[in-house]
């Protein structure tokens, strides 16, 4: 068994999703003045971190979209892990609006999907917010209807950000489907004999939060 690190790492002044505040990442108690608090020779580091959820790579539950909707805390910690993967390849220079033509004659039932476009390769440059690759509604619907459990991209966002509406986060939360952007490494990845873990910290009213993202590969 392999383990991929799909995770890009969230660092002070990080800019995921412009026009959101980067992270601030600092001390709360730093090792020098731990040193007035414990014996001779001992020190700790205890860390402070403000952050929009919206940082890194970050998982998407209902409660994101829909007031009423399952918030981190109501979702059981085995909807996040070790979801069978299916990874598909577009690549970005050939196609930006990935319509549901891409997913058909594949089972795709209880899966996580991975859409692959090679996107992630401008992360941290302006051009990762504009013109990026993204779903369409057509291809959000197929996926609800084949049975998915997430769908994650390595992408700015999985929706068409020029426009202002978000018909594939309202279609697949709506009917408890994760969504994951700002994938990485998806290059790593085989199209199947893989799983996928993405698990958020148990949090109450709140539905979007960064997570380690990982597969497991079984075979090569």
Not at 80 to 105: L, M, R, V, W
Not at 121 to 145: M, Q, S, V
Not at 195 to 204: E, G, I, N, R
Request: hydrophobic content about 40%.
């Amino acid at each position: 068994m392999k383990i991929i690190d799909l995770s890009h790492t969230i660092e002070n002044g990080l800019i995921t999703y412009k026009g959101l505040p980067a992270p601030v990442i600092c001390d709360y108690l730093s090792r020098e003045e731990s040193r007035k608090v414990y014996e001779e020779g001992t020190e700790f580091q205890i860390g402070k971190i403000e952050m929009v959820a919206n940082t890194g790579t970050y998982i998407d539950c209902p409660f994101h979209r829909y007031k009423d909707g399952k918030d981190f805390a109501a979702l059981p910690a085995h909807l996040f892990t070790d979801i069978e993967g299916i990874k598909i390849s577009i690549p970005y220079h050939q196609q930006k609006a990935i319509d549901a033509s891409y997913f058909t004659k594949i089972n795709l039932r209880h899966k996580a999907i991975l859409v692959h476009t090679g996107w992630s390769e401008h992360w941290r440059a302006d051009a990762y917010f504009e013109n990026h690759p993204y779903l369409t509604e057509d291809a959000a619907i197929f996926l609800k209807d084949q049975g998915v459990k997430l769908v994650g991209i390595d992408s700015h966002n999985i929706d068409n950000t020029a426009k202002k509406s978000r018909p594939v986060h309202s279609t697949l939360l709506a009917h408890e489907i994760f969504i994951v952007e700002h994938l990485t490494n998806l290059a790593e990845l085989p199209f199947d004999g893989f799983s996928f873990t993405a698990l958020p910290p148990k949090l109450k009213a709140m539905g979007t939060f960064p997570v380690r993202a990982i597969a497991k590969i079984y075979h090569e």
